[in-house]
């Protein structure tokens, strides 16, 4: 290595983030031959049927009209009484689990990862989620001393693989005392895959009978970051009363983020809602998480977290914000369809989509196929083992053909 000054442990290869990096040199090749010439699946935005950056009217609308000083003034670092309650609701809805339930604020879903890596950790423990995941997990990892190691997320028949993960979970448990999961779901990153309810049940009987051994503690992250672009509102909610009565020893944390569902994604904010049977495990939850987050970034973003209490208490502002969000929620499936049934007539692989902001495409080749793709202007992302479109940001225009282009770019490089 060159010269460096960086502490040892903080000495690594860097690389680009490959999302962001290929979205600029999209945005370069937008502005050398114009938009309506480029297709950019890359970033995990929503872009409407023009590709202009969509911001929901009536988030937009309540939070351009709050107080001035509430854009200027500190929060609570646990954030304000009324977000805790207001993200609660907005989560949960109608399938509010029992039990022990704190929230603290958290800068994103970034963030509220940040947290349950460094909280639940020691240094040199191993967190768990499934083969396919999104990037910046492994960094999180990383930049707090542990690993990242995996369980193959589906089986032979596109289902989740249960005999991976216990397997993958027994190996951990029998090496450290707090076995750290991440579980992305519903409509997953990259792949829009989501955990069905029994499949949820299999997880919890297998969890409980691991922590009956009386030698671990279960952190079960759940990441809901696509909660509202998976399906009926209520349905997709019905997992989190699987998370009610539990033993003492497993905790439940949902990493809930206002970046997707609310177009929020520059303001930064979140929360990490945890479900405890015991009222000790969520009191500790609740207090480590505010020392972390005044060791870390101190406040969230006030104006944001007014705009969820304002929506969350009135009940026309959020029929209204449901409505336009339900909209784009069924335009990405719509794109997704496209896709998906051009895919099939022309032979090209996909993992099954089932809602949510991305397509995957499982193959070995990825980085010089998406290389070549950028040569004919098409944009999407190059992954360990395949590829992500990203169909939040696709018109439907531009979704037609492109399956068959990219089977074209396929066969070109081979596998
Ligand atoms: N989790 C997943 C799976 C994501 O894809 C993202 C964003 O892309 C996040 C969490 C966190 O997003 P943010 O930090 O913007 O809230």
Avoid at 42 to 68: A, Y
Avoid at 165 to 180: G, P, R, T
Avoid at 288 to 313: G, P, Q, Y
Wanted: negative net charge; proline residues 3%; aromatic residues 10%.
């Amino acid at each position: 290595m060159s010269k460096s000054m960086v502490a040892p442990h903080n000495r690594r290869e860097y690389s680009l983030d490959p999302i962001f990096d290929a979205n600029t040199r999209a945005q370069d090749d937008v502005k050398r031959i114009g938009k309506e010439n480029v297709v950019c699946g890359t970033v995990g935005s929503i872009m409407d049927e023009d590709e202009n950056h969509v911001f929901l009217k009536s988030v937009q609308d309540t939070f351009l009209h709050l107080e001035p000083c509430e854009y200027s003034r500190y929060a609570p670092i646990s954030g304000t009484v009324e977000f805790q309650k207001a993200v609660e609701e907005q989560c949960f809805s109608k399938s509010r689990p029992e039990g022990y339930i704190r929230s603290a604020a958290v800068c994103g879903g970034t963030g509220g990862l940040h947290h349950l890596v460094q909280i639940y950790t020691e240094p040199g423990d191993k967190v768990l989620t499934a083969n396919w995941y999104w990037g910046a997990y492994k960094g999180l990892c990383s930049n707090q001393g542990c690993t990242l190691v995996t369980y193959e997320l589906l089986d032979d028949n596109m289902r989740f693989n249960m005999a991976s993960f216990k397997k993958a979970v027994l190996e951990i448990a029998n090496e450290q005392k707090n076995v750290v999961l991440i579980i992305n779901t519903p409509a997953h990153n990259p792949t829009g895959y989501s955990v069905a309810m029994e499949e949820w049940d299999a997880i919890i009987a297998f969890l409980k009978e691991l922590v009956s051994r009386g030698e671990n503690n279960v952190i079960l992250g759940v990441d809901v970051a696509y909660l509202d672009y998976a399906g009926n509102k209520e349905e997709v909610r019905k997992m989190f009363k699987k998370f009610e009565n539990l033993p003492p020893e497993i905790l439940t944390i949902v990493i809930y983020s206002l970046s997707k569902g609310y177009t929020f994604y520059g303001q930064r904010a979140g929360a990490n809602i945890c479900i405890s049977s015991d009222k000790d495990i969520a009191e500790e939850f609740y207090n480590a998480h505010c020392f972390a987050s005044r060791a870390t970034w101190s406040n969230v973003n006030r104006a944001a977290m007014d705009t969820l209490i304002e929506i969350n208490k009135d009940k026309e502002k959020q029929n209204h914000y449901e409505e336009e969000r339900n909209y784009y929620r069924d335009l990405i499936a719509e794109r997704a369809a496209i896709f998906m049934e051009e895919a099939k007539e022309v032979g090209v692989k996909a993992l099954p989509y089932m809602g949510g902001f991305f397509i995957t495409l499982p193959f070995k080749n990825a980085k010089p196929v998406c290389a070549k793709l950028e040569e004919e202007h098409i944009y999407i992302v190059p992954m360990e083992n395949g590829i992500r479109i990203a169909a939040c940001s696709v018109s439907k225009r531009k979704m037609k053909g492109l399956a068959k282009t990219i089977k074209r770019v396929m066969d070109e490089v081979g596998e």
